[in-house]
């Protein structure tokens, strides 16, 4: 897995990965669980996406604090 890792002063992220054949949205769906300052970003296809938004709808999650693109269909 490519995961870029750095250190902010009161930054850390955290990278959610698949390890079996669960899906991306699966996945963050799974292990997912964000704290009241979170900021999510993801990006996958649009099925996997349409997945992440429903996550975040779900937790409450508003806007300008998530990030969710389509990178293919």
Do not use: H, N, V
């Not at 890792?5 to 930054?11: A, L």
């Not at 997912?32 to 937790?59: I, K, N, T, Y």
């Amino acid at each position: 897995r490519d995961c870029l890792s750095f250190e902010r002063g009161g930054f850390d992220m955290r990278w959610i990965t698949r390890s079996d054949t669960t899906t991306l949205g699966q996945t963050l769906i799974k292990d997912g669980a964000l704290g009241p300052d979170a900021f999510l970003w993801f990006a996958a296809s649009a099925q996997e996406a349409a997945m992440a938004r429903a996550f975040a709808a779900d937790q409450d999650i508003d806007k300008q604090d998530r990030y969710i693109a389509t990178y293919w269909k």
